[in-house]
């Protein structure tokens, strides 16, 4: 979005590491690492564009104003309800001290700008519907980052979608915190997938996370049914699957709810693909609990997994728990679980040979067209047509790797 906002006001969108008149470093603290990144990137764009208009935005420019303008040289620090202003910002004259705009979140409906007559879009797009949470799991600093729940207005994300779609949008993924809070004047996540199911064209609708505790399961129904634009996939984040770390984590299920919900999902809805974040190293998780996790995995349904180590931020309720985890031993569980991950995978892979799945193609490499099907399976096929964002229904002849490869039977 504020790629379009900077190319409609005349900007032309270079690569980071070209030289540029003008560096946005949009920042991230979800983690450690991803805040010791946003500095990186920052210095380094100073470094090489000393002349430029350099704006941090984002978390870390919402958490650590001081620490940003104390690095010199940068120009806009525009907390998260601000990024969104930088196009108004961008012709004020140049001052010692940054211009520093981050207001604390509000928690109330929110609108975003976006571009209605953009150029022509020929990928997969993102559709912001809410932001910031209200759980305060033990180990995360994003409610300290985006503040407290709140969910964008309703027709605003309506007339979004309607514009990404009349510019050739065929695929809209839902982003937000805690996507299952969605709710605006009693309408809910439900209601706007349904929404969004209506529009013409139609398109795919994919929901990128959601948290087992509001995932409402009327959405199985609609991802099983073929004319509906919700597509058959989740992605559901476990965490652990010992019940002594998730209450640990201030996660408010159990091991048993998150299998139990995934056991009626993949009941309810025929070939769903879910996927989950994972995390090892937590304070206090002994072999034990570590052993559940793998257990949990193995028994679900789950086809993919992000695996992640436990990384300390000193602001969260974590800091103070004992019994760390030594980096050795959660690098140890994360490439267990990692290939445990990796085995789940292939035997889903190998399931769907001799089955026709509905693929939008993105990307070519020679003759290879490459895409996601419904469910959020990579499919390639040979193919010397341009299918650039374009529906094919593909019929899965073979696994290489860990790409499905298929022929087109018919094209939308
Ligand atoms: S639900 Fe997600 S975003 Fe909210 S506090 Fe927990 S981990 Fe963080």
Known sequence: ???????????????????????????????????????????????????????????????????????????LVLGNDAKMLLSDYLDLPRQDAPVVLRPRPERKTFTIRFEPDGPPLR???????????????????????????????????????????????????????????????????????????????????????????????????????????????????????????????????????????????????????????VMVGFPGETDADFEATCALVRESPLFYLHVFQYSERPEVASVRLEDKVPVETAGFRSEVLIQIGEEKKRAFLEHQIGKTLRVLFEDCEGEHWRGHADNYLEVAVESREDLRNRFGRVRINALQGRLLFGTIETME
């Open 1 to 75: 979005m504020l790629e379009e906002q900077l190319r409609a006001a005349g900007y032309e969108i270079v690569p980071f590491g070209q030289p540029a008149e003008l560096g946005i470093i949009h920042t991230c603290v979800v983690t450690r690492e991803a805040e010791t990144k946003s500095r990186k990137y920052i210095h380094r764009f100073l470094r090489q564009n000393p002349g430029a208009v350099t704006a941090v935005i984002g978390c870390y420019a919402q958490t650590a104003a001081e620490a940003i303008a104390a690095m010199g040289g940068v120009d």
């Open 123 to 277: 990928q997969r797009v993102n559709l912001k519907i809410q932001d910031g949470c209200d759980t305060m799991c033990s180990y995360c600093y994003i409610p300290f980052a985006r503040g407290r729940s709140r969910s964008r207005d309703f027709g605003d994300i309506v007339n979004e979608a309607t514009a990404l779609v009349h510019r050739g949008a065929k695929e809209i993924v839902l982003t937000g915190v805690n996507l299952g809070d969605f709710e605006q004047d009693g309408r809910r996540l439900a209601d706007l997938v349904d929404a969004l199911s209506a529009l013409a064209p139609q398109p795919r609708v994919r929901i990128s996370s959601i948290e087992l505790t509001n995932l409402p399961e009327t959405l199985f129904e609609r991802m099983a049914d073929p004319a509906h634009a919700l597509v058959p996939h989740l992605h559901v984040p476990l965490q652990s699957g010992s019940d002594t770390v998730l209450q640990a984590m201030r996660r408010p299920y159990t091991a048993a709810d998150y299998l139990a919900l995934l056991g009626r999902a993949a009941a309810a809805v025929p070939g769903i693909g879910i996927g989950a974040d």
